[in-house]
């Protein structure tokens, strides 16, 4: 007979947090299930091939510096392609490229912005970079929390306007920066330290070399949970699945319906973005760019220049991203490509939408202020919640919250042997 101890952890959602739950409890010896809804690991990061492009469900990029990175995942597995350092802003109509984010402290006073603000825009600019830059992170992390728009009040309005919310709409997913200060300091740090980067076979390599840890039959796929319950969880089929403890490792929203006592769920940012393929153009710029000048588009990106792999008959790959009000995107697809066609200086020809990839619940908000670190652990003991809306909405903060949460497991597990009391 099956002793409570025989039985697995069962983590609910193969995403990124799940993922590296699993993993960092697999790692300490202690059995684990991953229960699945969906035909592939990966969750919010999942690629799919259309037509021989690589399509990821929704721009996004990996960070080299994130520092929840440099353990537990083998970078050169994924076989990165990285884009360069820097961006492409679009204001009163002509294109300014700010290539050199600040390396060093040193640099601060360095060729930031080049011409899209002023001199003394640019001094501003580079001393609100440098305070996110040279300070330590508990530094940044104690800051008073408020709005990053607050935050900037300071700052000239071309900075704000021009340069800072261009960037942070794409990064926040919502255009007002209402997003915690503290989050887009921290963010700040990473892009200056680190490049924005795309495995060479998608995104979705990601979560699969965090599952490829995972000993065979250990994820179900394709397995959705109902309820979580004294003891395991129930299936949607109504299966029950016992188990030695449970990580509610789903989306936000899911989870707080899992878990009503977590209370209201976060609200959702969202993000569609367009897919097109074109003939290449001489001069492609590899920068990502972004628009002041209002067009809609919140960032477009010739995938292709950096990743070549992204598209296999030799067209370019450009994704451009808008974000949504009132629940639909601010541009349909037409637009979306008149506006980004511009923003390339791409000649005219034909350019083909390979794809479109609505994601509604892309992030949960981090409106300020924003405890960076919430609560693993519901209610009674044996059961905890894991996922990007327990930390931070990244890549960063999922994986961080998995393995925060592996550590609280595997402490009331080693430390107790009776049941789940829920
Ligand atoms: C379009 C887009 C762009 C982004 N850009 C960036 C970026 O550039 N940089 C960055 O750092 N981050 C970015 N992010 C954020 C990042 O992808 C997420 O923060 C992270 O992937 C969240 O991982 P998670 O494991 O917390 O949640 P999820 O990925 O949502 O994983 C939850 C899993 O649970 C499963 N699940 C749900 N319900 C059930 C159920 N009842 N039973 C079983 N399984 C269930 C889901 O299918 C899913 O696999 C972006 C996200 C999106 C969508």
């Known amino acids: 007979m099956l002793t409570t101890t025989d039985l697995p952890v069962v983590v609910v959602g193969a995403g990124l947090a799940g993922l590296a739950c699993a993993a960092r409890l697999q790692a300490q010896r202690i059995p684990v299930v991953v229960l699945e809804a969906a035909d592939a690991v990966g969750g919010r990061i999942r690629t799919d091939v259309v037509d021989g492009f690589t399509i990821d469900r929704g721009f996004q990029v990996l960070n080299t510096a994130y520092p929840a990175l440099r353990t537990g995942v083998d970078l050169e597995r994924l076989d990165l392609r990285r884009l360069p350092r820097g961006v492409r802003i679009r204001r009163q109509g002509e294109l300014h490229d700010v290539r050199h984010p600040l390396a060093s402290p040193g640099a601060v006073f360095g060729d930031i912005a080049t011409s899209v603000v002023g001199l003394r825009s640019k001094v501003a600019l580079a001393r ?11 530094t940044v992390k104690g800051r008073t929390d408020i709005e990053a728009r607050l935050a900037w009040a300071q700052l000239p309005d071309d900075v704000v306007a021009d340069v800072l919310t261009s960037f942070f709409a794409g990064v926040v997913l919502e255009p007002e920066i209402t997003t915690s200060r503290v989050f887009t300091d921290l963010m700040m740090r990473m892009f200056v330290h680190g490049s924005s980067a795309v495995p060479s076979a998608g995104m979705q390599a990601l ?17 959705p949970v109902a309820r979580v319950v004294e003891g395991g969880v ?12 449970v990580v509610v490792a789903a989306d936000p929203w899911t989870a ?10 976060p609200e959702a940012r969202a993000v569609t973005t367009y897919y097109f393929a074109a003939a290449p153009w001489a001069d492609v710029d590899p920068l990502l760019t972004l628009d002041a000048d209002g067009s809609g588009v919140v960032n477009s990106v010739v995938l292709t220049a950096s990743a070549p792999e992204y598209a296999t008959d030799g067209r370019a790959l450009i994704a451009t991203s808008v974000l949504h009000v009132g629940g639909r995107p601010v541009l349909e697809a037409a637009a979306a490509q008149a506006a ?17 990839r609505d994601v509604p619940h892309a992030l949960p908000a981090m409106t300020a202020p924003h405890p960076l670190r919430k609560p693993v652990e519901v209610i009674a003991d044996r059961l905890w919640v894991a996922g990007d809306h327990r930390d931070t909405s990244s890549i960063q903060g999922a994986l961080v919250s998995g393995r925060r949460t592996a550590t609280h497991v595997a402490t009331a597990l080693g430390s107790t042997t009776s049941g789940r009391t829920r």
């Open 128 to 138: 609100y970079v440098a305070s996110c830059v040279v300070a330590r992170p508990p």
């Open 340 to 356: 980004a066609r511009e923003l390339h200086e791409a000649p005219n020809g034909d350019w083909e939408l390979v794809a479109t």
């Open 256 to 265: 707080h319906e899992l878990l009503p006592e977590l209370g209201a769920p």
């Open 234 to 245: 129930v299936l949607t089929d109504g299966t029950v699945v016992e188990a030695r403890g």
């Open 207 to 223: 979560p699969e070399e965090i599952a490829r840890q995972l000993p065979a039959g250990a994820i179900r796929l394709g397995t």
